[in-house]
């Protein structure tokens, strides 16, 4: 079985440029998390849906970040405009209510020049 | 409110030998699932093992198991027969069963095995 996808796995950019990272989930999972992981602040959520509808956006940092989960198989995560300290490995991660486990996307590093 | 505590930043273990991580947590949910994960220099989070907050025995998943004190409110995460390979961060997370699916993590314990 696929695990979650994300993608692209690296992305460098310039300051202003706007990001949008992609994360497909594991097929049957109706709840998708976006983490952003930095060695300063650890592993912090974002944002996470359920059932495609956005629950809990408290951990987004500014009006900059938005996320949109369209379907049940896509989710995106931009940035718009990027700052350098938006530098950090952005992970996306599933899980179903049957299994009660949280699965990790392999991350995306996110550097803001 | 809920919150999970590790209180280690870093753990040495020589290979071969057993390691004990600690996590200890807090919840007015009465039903909660506890997690631990393991994040590789490579950076990709692995689940390793799940325990229940009524399960009655403590969970293991072949050299991992964890040791779940209920009224201690602790979850330690215990690895026999280290292996190089486990050189790793680990993560505990739990979540309130009746709370939501938010997931709430501790900040990591970077364990090095030693040959």
């Known amino acids: 079985d696929a695990g979650v996808i994300q993608s692209p796995r690296h992305e460098v950019t310039e300051m202003g440029q706007e990001v949008t990272l992609r994360c497909k989930p594991i097929?049957?999972?109706?709840?998708l998390f976006w983490y952003r992981q930095t060695m300063m602040r650890g592993l912090e959520l974002l944002i996470y849906?359920?059932?495609?509808?956005?629950?809990?956006d408290s951990g987004m940092p500014e009006d900059r970040f938005s996320a949109k989960m369209p379907n049940a198989s896509f989710s995106t995560l931009k940035i718009q405009p990027s700052e350098p300290r938006d530098s950090a490995v952005y992970f996306c991660a599933s899980m179903t209510g049957g299994t009660d486990t949280q699965y990790f996307g392999p991350g995306t590093r996110l550097t803001v020049l | 409110a809920q919150k999970i505590t590790q209180t280690q930043p870093g753990m040495f273990v020589q290979e071969k030998e057993a390691v004990t991580l600690d996590c200890t947590y807090d919840?007015?949910?009465?039903?909660?699932?506890l997690f631990w994960y393991k994040q590789p220099s490579s950076g990709e989070m692995i689940f390793l093992i799940y325990q229940g907050s009524y399960d009655q025995q403590n969970a293991t998943e072949g050299r991992y198991s964890l040791n779940f004190q209920k009224a201690r409110k602790s979850a330690n995460l215990v690895i026999s027969a280290s292996q190089l390979g486990d050189s790793a961060m680990y993560f505990c997370a739990m979540r309130g069963l009746n709370t939501g699916n938010q997931f709430y993590f501790g900040t990591g314990t970077s364990l090095t095995v030693i040959p």
């Open positions: 919840t007015s949910d009465p039903s909660y699932g």
């Open positions: 097929s049957g999972h109706n709840s």
């Open positions: 849906f359920n059932n495609n509808v956005p629950i809990d």
